[in-house]
């Protein structure tokens, strides 16, 4: 119980319980949302009608740089570029071109609206061009590449006229901004170009310099050179031999003559025939010295013509020996030359090697100062042509087209945001009831916001009797015994039956409410009745001295009763009225009875409620509203069981809180509490979590029943 009492409400209530209790509101949730969608509807009517027109444009961007490879931008970059076109489109230059292409300086209208953007620094058209961007809307369709501007204005032709204007006006100023970027780059590459070509023209007088400077007229042939080697080495092969051999002839002795043969290197016709001669008269004069001797006179012309032939020997063989001489110094000369030209020509073919690797190197640089010139000189021809069909980085892919519906007032926009707003109007009010009231609805209410035991609900005869024959609530019991009605107060008689016989001797059961008109006494007669009806031997006891409602009910003619017997005036058998259809037994009040509630403090009276313990199982007693009287409290310590009546959603928590207290103040306690006059059709609607909630589902077995 304890926790139930410390446990808010919201804790124990889960969507389903959240959404039962907004369904008990709802009547004036629709009211509030039906009365703002008239509302809206109704605004969308006076408001005047304004059309929007609106032209796509595509960003399709293009390099300011001729011939230059398209960059890919990143989705992050290309988003900034499409959001800065965005941008420019709702520039004050923009919208000026469109204040002068179209002559809107002579529009009345927006005329009157540039008052609020004069400045001393404005011209006239720029005002004109500032009131007509507040009506210029200009933003990004989605993640694509495309981008719109639309326009708002009372004349539809007007709208799409201004939007298709914007359109023209941000790619004219588009291209003026492209152009001027093909100037700065043309600009900067002619700057380019002429320091290029002074590079060339140094290079090229470079390259022209060390060619006079190395006699190197014509290019450098070393194949050439190669060939000039080769062929003089053999020259210079030959002439060693021809010089070896020279001075092998120069160097040959007398000897060689004197002996030489045929294969002498100095045979000559004229000594080998010489040598001939001599060979046979040399033979001739060793015949003759042998044959005849020394004297013999033959010998001796033989041996003078030998001699003969000796000299002539000598004298050629001197003769030769100068040629051979003369031969060997013309060869050994002809090898020094060849030798000097070989040098030379080896020297030549160095320096034209080191040469042609230094020309080679200032071709190279002069060659690549071309190259570069000639690129960028192509690039710049491609640039001054580019320039002629240079065009926008955006196109236009959609014109405006005229709008033939109103974009403003937007009747489903309004209609929603009235209906959105009405159910903010509704919820508000409906939480306001919720907070304000806190009328008792369910079972939960009652444990989390009382702390209390529950018993039941208590439901209207209306909402619980398919077609009920009276409109008398004490009445509908007799007439519908087996209705879902009076099965309720068979359930609070028997949970009040049975709380009390707890007790030792426990037949007292109390009926009581915090304020009047809760349904008490309705409640105490019906329980009373269902307990008579049930065979039990069951007393009405009417304790409200002020009402007498039960008494002026049931026993409407009674002159004497409760307080004639406390008196001691009358008997009980003199004051008890029974009701013959149910057995019941009813103790009134009399019209003469006092309003004190000092009568239940007396002796008296605890020897009534004695008395009446020892003749019935059960007495019922009807008791005043707590807060209105003392007479409940007064009364409470001789009840076994009390029940506390709450009325379904009108008596407030804080009234229930303070009986409750007040009971508790004299040392007594409630058993439990019941909810009385439910409407059980709308309870099973709203009520989730109370057993009231279920009686769409027990509502067959009560008709067949």
């Known amino acids: 119980m ?30 509030c949302v039906v009365g703002m969608v008239v ?9 005047p009608r304004r059309y929007t027109a609106a032209a796509q444009l595509e960003y399709t961007p293009q390099s300011a740089v001729a011939g230059a490879p398209q960059t890919q931008l990143s989705d992050l970059a290309r988003d900034a570029k499409i959001d800065a076109e965005v941008q420019t489109m709702k520039s004050l230059p923009v919208a000026t071109r469109v204040v002068e292409q179209l002559k809107l300086d002579r529009d009345p209208e927006l005329r009157a609206a540039a008052k609020d953007f004069a400045t001393d620094a404005a011209t006239g058209k720029q005002a004109i061009a500032g009131a007509l961007l507040t009506n210029l809307n200009a933003a990004r369709v989605g993640t694509t590449s495309l981008f719109e501007v639309g326009y708002t204005d009372k004349n539809p032709l007007k709208a799409m006229q201004i939007a298709n204007a914007f359109a023209q006006a941000f790619m004219a100023e588009d291209l003026e901004t492209k152009a001027s970027e093909y100037k700065d780059v043309d600009a900067r590459l002619n700057g380019q ?14 390259v022209a310099a060390f060619r006079v400077r190395n006699n190197l007229l014509g290019l450098p042939d070393s194949v050439t050179a190669e060939q000039e080697i080769s062929s003089i080495r053999g020259a210079l092969a030959s002439a060693r031999a021809e010089e070896a051999a020279a001075r092998a002839r120069s160097g040959a002795s007398g000897s060689t003559i004197v002996g030489g043969g045929t294969n002498s290197p100095y045979s000559t016709a004229t000594m080998s025939s010489l040598r001939q001669q001599r ?15 020394e004297r013999y006179p033959a010998l001796a012309d033989a041996r003078k013509e030998l001699d003969a032939i000796d000299a002539q020997l000598s004298r050629e063989m001197r003769d030769l020996s100068r040629s051979a001489g003369n031969a060997s110094q013309a060869a050994g000369s002809t090898t020094a030359s060849l030798e000097a030209s070989l040098a030379a020509a080896q020297a030549r073919l160095a320096g034209n090697v080191r040469a042609s690797v230094e020309l ?41 087209s005229l709008p033939l519906t109103p974009s403003s007032p937007n009747v489903p926009v309004l209609l929603f945001m009235g209906a959105v707003l009405g159910l903010a109007i509704g919820l508000a009010i409906a939480y306001v009831r919720e907070r304000w009231v806190q009328g008792l609805d369910t079972v939960d209410d009652i444990e989390t916001m009382l702390g209390v ?8 005869p209306a909402s619980s009797i398919e077609k009920p024959r009276t409109s008398d609530p004490a009445e509908a019991t007799l007439l519908h015994p087996l209705s879902a009605y009076t099965e309720a107060y068979r359930n609070l ?74 008196a001691g005036t009358a008997t009980l058998d003199d004051v008890i009225v029974r009701e013959e259809q149910t057995g019941l037994e009813v103790l009134p009040l009399a019209p003469t009875a006092g309003t004190s509630s000092h009568i239940f403090e007396t002796p008296e009276f605890s020897a009534l409620l004695a008395e009446l313990r020892r003749r019935y199982e059960h007495v019922v007693v009807d008791t005043a509203p707590v807060l209105a009287v003392a007479d409940t409290r007064v ?65 067959d077995y009560y008709a067949q029943s």
């Open 493 to 566: 008689a028997t949970s009040l039956s049975f709380t009390a016989a707890s007790v030792q001797g426990g037949k007292i059961l109390g009926i009581t409410s915090a304020l009047p008109k809760e349904g008490k006494t309705t409640t105490s007669t019906s329980v009373a009745r269902v307990l008579a009806t049930g065979g039990s031997r069951t007393l009405l006891l009417d304790t409200d001295l002020r009402r007498r409602s039960v008494s002026v009910a049931l026993a409407p003619q009674a002159r004497i009763g409760l307080g004639e017997v406390l």
């Open 39 to 47: 509302a809206a509807w109704a605004i969308s009517k006076v408001l």
């Open 193 to 206: 170009l002429d320091e290029l070509r002074r590079k060339v023209e140094q290079a090229d007088a470079a």
């Open 635 to 699: 009364l409470a310590h001789h009840f076994d069981a009390l029940a506390l009546l709450v009325r379904w959603r009108y008596t407030p928590a804080r009234a229930a809180r303070a009986a409750l207290h007040q009971i508790s103040s004299v040392g007594a306690g409630v058993t439990g509490v019941a909810l009385t006059m439910v409407n059980l059709k709308v309870q099973s609607q709203s009520g989730f979590g109370d057993p009231s909630g279920y009686a769409d589902y027990m509502k």
């Open 279 to 293: 060979a046979q008269v040399a033979a001739r004069v060793a015949a003759l010295q042998s044959r005849y001797g």
């Open 360 to 400: 080679a190197d200032l071709q190279r640089t002069a060659q690549n100062a071309r190259d570069a010139y000639q690129q960028l000189l192509n690039t710049s021809t491609q640039q001054n042509a580019q320039q002629s069909i240079v065009r926008p980085d955006s196109r236009i892919a959609a014109p405006a």
């Open 453 to 460: 035991d529950y018993f039941n609900s208590v439901p209207t």
């Open 2 to 31: 304890a926790e139930a009492t410390n446990m808010r409400a919201e804790e124990r209530q889960d969507l389903a319980g959240l959404f039962s209790r907004l369904k008990r509101h709802l009547p004036i949730i629709l009211a």
